[in-house]
């Protein structure tokens, strides 16, 4: 009797095939980092299964964002939806192993829960450089007193809180960018906090509340945002400041004799701004300028001046008059754009024939590019799109667009009548 034995084969190798084929398991450790880094946390999460090399990778990475792509969940029931999100975030964090630098908070669905105030703990005790929270939906959510000792802060944005830092707060030192939106700080507060963050560069604020009269000082501070209901607003030791966006969300109406007490709004805002660069005057803060005495030019030209665009009111004389002001004082200005605002109410004084009058010649010496939205071919508008194209000897570009279709023909039978002092300069027309 034969027994056949049946030998044992050898174990096989991974061939070079195989190890060629995994090439995801083979990636530099930076490299999975970057990948992972730029992925959802639900994906970076799942990124688990990839390989052995990948298994709980995700929990060194970072940079946490929980945002909405964190989960997809199709109910309706809120209760539910904060519980599962509260538990995901704890869940990553506690498993988290290593520093975090950026920790971003921002869901549709996200109420100022006191589960916020423990994730915020836990941040100041790691090396947190990017902070972003946004509350969505309920009452403004008011940090706990532990955000300010966050003194490795760089970036700071909130949205929907209450600010009261605690008395012993002397700033954030390393903090470059501050975004606050729907934010409610007092007046002591506000100013304390941007003249004792002396490393900001960027500043934004929006629709906030608790602050009448702006104050910002802040020596570094390049480029500043800012939409809101304000009474006033000053620079204070803005030498650097380069980008300037600033918009009232609120018509201001004074009367003559209130307007004399103001000496002139147009020259306290421009006297800290040296070097700027481009400015967006929005809203109604135009009006707001043209509060008290307004000089034919600024004492100090905006040498470095190159883009301005300036919402108006092309019938109101005191807007024009400020304008005009604003136009004389750019000589190196390359970009312009003006937005009309029409108003339904008659104001005190109107520009029937304000840019007919040949207030300068050639004084848009470098314009290039003009943009004029939202006319609806009123005299005044045409008047001031035909006062600028004889007045641009180098202009290449000026692109219309109407606030509506009605009467659009004969609006560009006009305009291409009109003189241009560049023998270059092309009209656009765009549709509304």
């Given at each position: 009797?034969?027994i ?43 990124s ?18 929980f ?22 975030i ?19 669905d ?20 990017e902070?972003?929270l ?24 909130l ?71 304000f ?7 803005t030498?650097?400041?380069?980008l ?13 004799n209130?307007a ?13 701004l040296?070097?700027?660069r ?8 135009l009006k ?15 040498v ?18 400020v ?12 970009e ?28 848009f ?14 005299k ?38 009109f ?5 270059f ?8």
């Amino acid at each position: 009797m034969s027994i056949a034995i049946k030998q044992r084969e050898p174990s096989r190798l991974p061939s070079k095939t195989d190890a060629e084929l995994d090439r995801i398991s083979n990636l530099p450790g930076h490299v999975i980092d970057q990948i992972l880094s730029r992925l959802p946390i639900r994906d970076a999460v799942r990124s688990s299964v990839l390989s052995r090399k990948w298994r709980y990778k995700w929990a060194t990475i970072p940079c946490l964002v929980f945002d909405n792509q964190c989960f997809n969940i199709s109910s309706q029931d809120q209760t539910f939806i904060k519980n599962k999100l509260v538990s995901i975030i704890d869940h990553v964090l506690l498993l988290h192993n290593g520093p975090i630098h950026k920790f971003k908070l921002s869901h549709r669905d996200l109420l100022g829960v006191t589960d916020i105030d423990r994730w915020i703990l836990c941040m100041s005790r790691s090396s947190i450089k990017e902070f972003v929270l946004e509350i969505w939906k309920g009452h403004r959510y008011k940090p706990p007193s532990c955000l300010f000792s966050c003194q490795n802060l760089i970036h700071l944005e909130l949205f929907n809180c209450s600010l009261k830092p605690p008395l012993t707060f002397k700033g954030f030192k390393n903090l470059r960018s501050l975004d606050l939106q729907h934010v409610t700080v007092t007046q002591d507060v506000f100013e304390k906090l941007i003249s004792s963050c002396t490393s900001l560069e960027r500043l934004t604020l929006m629709n906030f509340t608790g602050v009448t009269h702006l104050i910002i000082d802040a020596p570094n501070l390049q480029f500043f945002d800012i939409g809101g209901i304000f009474d006033d607003v000053s620079f204070l030791n803005t030498f650097h400041l380069a980008l300037v966006s600033i918009g009232l969300y609120v018509n201001i109406n004074h009367d003559e004799n209130d307007a004399r007490e103001h000496s002139s709004k147009l020259l306290r805002f421009f006297v800290n701004l040296p070097h700027i660069r481009r400015l967006e005057i929005q809203s109604y803060f135009l009006k707001y300028l043209a509060l008290g005495y307004v000089p034919n030019r600024l004492p100090n030209p905006c040498v470095d001046l190159n883009h301005l665009s300036v919402r108006i009111d092309f019938d109101d004389l005191e807007e024009n008059t400020v304008a005009l002001c604003l136009l004389r004082s750019c000589p190196n200005l390359q970009e312009l754009e003006m937005l009309a605002r029409p108003e339904e109410q008659t104001s005190r004084e109107r520009s029937t024939n304000f840019w007919e009058d040949d207030h300068w010649s050639s004084l848009f010496a470098h314009l290039r590019m003009v943009k004029v939205s939202g006319i609806s071919g009123v005299k005044s508008e045409m008047d001031f799109i035909k006062f600028l194209l004889s007045n641009a000897p180098v202009l290449e570009q000026l692109t219309v667009k109407p606030a509506s279709q009605e009467g659009e023909w004969e609006l560009m039978k006009e305009l291409l009548r009109f003189r241009r002092a560049s023998i270059f300069a092309e009209v656009i027309y765009l549709d509304p």
